[in-house]
């Protein structure tokens, strides 16, 4: 009898135990670890490229105008930020000299014209007067002499016609010599566009700029009806892009717009810059003429696309680690390490082959020390935004 009661004594003290035990381990154990997961979806993955230094928008057409011969500003026709057309006088230079030269050369051509006119007149005449005396000749009434006479005559007023002539040419060619010097003292819009920046002042001396030694320009012109974006990109990324492939473009002024364009040059050559990555720019137009009033020197991003998928099972990048291992939620919300196969990346989502299916959960935060295979976890509560 006592040796049973010491049985179901010691039985119980060691279920009390290992309750004690369990209700322990129960109320100390670690709570499961918040940790941020994604869920594995279809979606789009793009292959892509970026511009390694900020690219620049720029002018299809930019012109530095400047006098090719030097003079003082007499007159400014524009303001800043005038649109302007082709051929439009922008700026005049002092040239009374030249314009009295032009006057007198028009003078000289009207007076050539009148004296040719009189020449030939003259010589009309003479040819009749020749005629007319050959057939007296003939008729026996005067001599051989007269009528040898008569056409040496015509053939000098005639000769005095055509000189008169050669000099209405001589003229004509002088005015454009004029015409030539007078272009030369003002500055015309090349093309259509917008006045960007005006240097000169009325009165101030104009000067062409030296071979060698750079001159402010009087006009600086800007095309902004034609844009494009120039960009540096990694040489190692360079043999990737080919002519005509998509891109996107952003601006750090319009943060919220991407516009789309298309690779529009490939430079041949390699840029290199002490202290920088080399680089190969190239250039991507715009597919459509953009809305948003764009202007030269907005720094600019551009990301060509290389290739891309529809439709395809894809994951966040960063839930990607070494050897593309990837941590998944287990049925029991413990990690499990699973390896994949994966295809199309960039920065934001890559593309899942074989290894997960559509509704799994992965790992993409990794800033805890705690984080390994096995350890039991649950999603980390984010703030819902007020409504």
Same mark, same amino acid.
């Given at each position: 009898?006592?040796?049973?009661?010491?049985?179901?004594?010691?039985?119980?003290?060691?279920?009390?135990?290992?309750?004690?035990?369990?209700?322990?381990?129960?109320?100390?154990?670690?709570?499961?670890?918040?940790?941020?997961?994604?869920?594995?979806?279809?979606?789009?993955?793009?292959?892509?490229?970026?511009?390694?230094?900020?690219?620049?928008?720029?002018?299809?057409?930019?012109?530095?105008?400047?006098?090719?011969?030097?003079?003082?500003?007499?007159?400014?026709?524009?303001?800043?930020?005038?649109?302007?057309?082709?051929?439009?006088?922008?700026?005049?230079?002092?040239?009374?000299?030249?314009?009295?030269?032009?006057?007198?050369?028009?003078?000289?051509?009207?007076?050539?014209?009148?004296?040719?006119?009189?020449?030939?007149?003259?010589?009309?005449?003479?040819?009749?007067?020749?005629?007319?005396?050959?057939?007296?000749?003939? $008729?026996?009434?005067?001599?051989?002499?007269? +009528?040898?006479?008569?056409? &040496? #005559? @015509?053939?000098? =007023? $005639?000769?005095?016609?055509?000189?008169?002539? +050669?000099?209405?040419?001589? &003229? #004509? @060619?002088?005015? =454009?010599?004029?015409?030539?010097?007078?272009?030369?003292?003002?500055?015309?819009?090349?093309? @259509?566009?917008?006045?960007?920046?005006?240097?000169?002042?009325?009165?101030?001396?104009?000067?062409?700029?030296?071979?060698?030694?750079?001159?402010?320009?009087?006009?600086?012109?800007?095309?902004?009806?034609?844009?494009?974006?120039?960009?540096?990109?990694?040489?190692?990324?360079?043999?990737?892009?080919?002519?005509?492939?998509?891109?996107?473009?952003?601006?750090?002024?319009?943060?919220?717009?991407?516009?789309?364009?298309?690779?529009?040059?490939?430079?041949?050559?390699?840029?290199?810059?002490?202290?920088?990555?080399?680089?190969?720019?190239?250039?991507?137009?715009?597919?459509?003429?953009?809305?948003?009033?764009?202007?030269?020197?907005?720094?600019?991003?551009?990301?060509?696309?290389?290739?891309?998928?529809?439709?395809?099972?894809?994951?966040?990048?960063?839930?990607?680690?070494?050897?593309?291992?990837?941590?998944?939620?287990?049925?029991?919300?413990?990690?499990?390490?699973?390896?994949?196969?994966?295809?199309?990346?960039?920065?934001?989502?890559?593309?899942?082959?074989?290894?997960?299916?559509?509704?799994?959960?992965?790992?993409?935060?990794?800033?805890?020390?705690?984080?390994?295979?096995?350890?039991?976890?649950?999603?980390?509560?984010?703030?819902?935004?007020?409504?």
């Amino acid at each position: 009898m006592q040796q049973s009661n010491k049985s179901f004594r010691f039985i119980l003290f060691g279920g009390i135990a290992i309750l004690v035990v369990a209700a322990f381990w129960y109320f100390t154990r670690p709570d499961p670890l918040e940790v941020e997961l994604a869920k594995v979806t279809y979606g789009n993955v793009e292959a892509t490229v970026v511009n390694t230094r900020a690219g620049t928008i720029k002018a299809c057409q930019r012109a530095n105008l400047a006098p090719t011969l030097g003079g003082q500003i007499v007159k400014i026709h524009v303001d800043e930020g005038d649109h302007v057309e082709i051929n439009q006088i922008l700026v005049e230079l002092w040239n009374t000299d030249l314009t009295a030269q032009r006057e007198l050369a028009q003078r000289q051509l009207t007076m050539s014209q009148e004296r040719h006119r009189e020449a030939c007149i003259l010589a009309q005449n003479a040819w009749r007067e020749s005629q007319r005396t050959q057939q007296l000749v003939d $008729q026996g009434f005067i001599s051989s002499q007269r +009528a040898e006479d008569a056409d &040496a #005559n @015509a053939r000098a =007023r $005639q000769a005095s016609c055509d000189a008169a002539f +050669a000099d209405i040419k001589r &003229a #004509n @060619a002088q005015i =454009r010599v004029t015409d030539a010097g007078l272009e030369r003292t003002v500055i015309k819009a090349p093309f @259509a566009g917008v006045i960007a920046k005006i240097t000169g002042e009325i009165g101030e001396y104009a000067t062409p700029s030296p071979p060698g030694i750079p001159m402010p320009p009087v006009i600086d012109l800007i095309d902004d009806s034609c844009l494009y974006v120039s960009a540096p990109m990694d040489e190692v990324d360079a043999p990737k892009i080919k002519l005509g492939q998509p891109a996107r473009i952003t601006l750090d002024a319009m943060p919220q717009k991407v516009f789309h364009g298309k690779v529009s040059r490939i430079a041949p050559y390699v840029t290199e810059i002490e202290k920088q990555a080399r680089t190969v720019d190239i250039e991507v137009n715009f597919t459509e003429p953009p809305e948003s009033i764009l202007l030269a020197g907005y720094s600019a991003d551009v990301e060509v696309i290389l290739d891309s998928r529809e439709n395809v099972l894809r994951i966040p990048t960063q839930a990607l680690r070494q050897n593309n291992m990837v941590y998944l939620l287990g049925s029991d919300n413990k990690l499990l390490e699973q390896q994949l196969k994966t295809g199309l990346a960039n920065w934001s989502f890559t593309e899942v082959i074989s290894g997960l299916k559509d509704g799994d959960q992965v790992l993409v935060s990794f800033d805890q020390d705690e984080i390994k295979p096995g350890i039991a976890v649950q999603p980390r509560q984010t703030d819902e935004p007020a409504s």
